[in-house]
């Protein structure tokens, strides 16, 4: 089946510094979307993109949609606390009926 | 708005039981669909539905049954259940058409002894 590699598989931050992950395809997706997962609790969406080349914010996320609609990313500026958890981006395959394929997530944590 | 409730948070069976796992959206959303997380494996779908009395199968349906009998409902049912099942459950809906976001139910705990 179609998968989705997500990387980096964990990181640690600091507060203050910036974060970068990404996800990354062999086939076209229609939309590319980001959740966060605290412990215990179900993931909440963080961005959603339609568009090839869109680069859409949330507060100190950014998001793109790759140009060859393979790929996106996900940035995190100026990092806090809070920010710590999994990040999933997932993507809709086209032609599917809206189902999504997800990635195994990237894990933020605070360096010790 | 309750958004996505699912109904246990935490069930603990014997091999061999059958369960119920229920998901309630308030949205008015025309997609559920139910997902099971492994650790090192992300979320992995098992069944789905494109609006009321529709089902269809995931990409990990064996050993489930699902029913979709109103719009605001989706029941996840395991009739005999066994360890390789122990997860976490979580349930999600969106409205369908050419929006694909979905929004998550705070998950279930299962552990199948």
């Known amino acids: ?112 | 708005n309750a958004g996505v409730t699912q109904t246990p948070k935490f069930r603990v069976l014997k091999t061999g039981q059958s369960m119920t796992l229920l998901c309630a959206q308030d949205m008015n959303h025309e997609y559920m669909y139910w997902y099971r997380q492994d650790p090192g494996m992300g979320l992995r779908l098992i069944h789905y539905s494109v609006g009321e009395g529709t089902t269809a199968k995931g990409e990990v349906p064996d050993g489930y049954n699902v029913s979709r009998l109103k719009k605001q409902n989706f029941l996840l049912g395991l009739e005999s259940a066994a360890p390789s099942q122990t997860s976490v459950y979580f349930c999600a809906s969106s409205y369908g058409g050419t929006r694909h976001e979905q929004f998550f139910g705070p998950g279930t705990r299962l552990t199948v002894l």
């Not at chain 1, 970068?20 to 939309?31: A, E, L, P, V």
């Not at chain 1, 609609?69 to 940035?75: A, P």
């Not at chain 1, 189902?99 to 997530?105: D, E, M, S, Y």
């Open chain 1, 1 to 112: 089946g179609q998968q989705l590699n997500q990387s980096p598989q964990s990181m640690f931050i600091q507060e203050g510094e910036d974060v970068s992950m990404n996800c990354t395809s062999s086939s076209i997706f229609n939309t590319w979307l980001w959740y966060k997962q605290d412990p215990g609790e179900g993931p909440v969406l963080l961005i959603a993109l339609y568009k090839a080349g869109e680069l859409t914010s949330n507060g100190r996320l950014t998001a793109q949609f790759g140009i060859t609609r393979k790929d996106s990313f996900l940035n995190i500026s100026a990092s806090i606390p809070s920010d710590v958890g999994i990040y999933f981006c997932a993507g809709q395959p086209r032609g599917s009926q809206g189902n999504l394929i997800f990635g195994k997530g990237t894990k933020l944590s605070v360096k010790p």
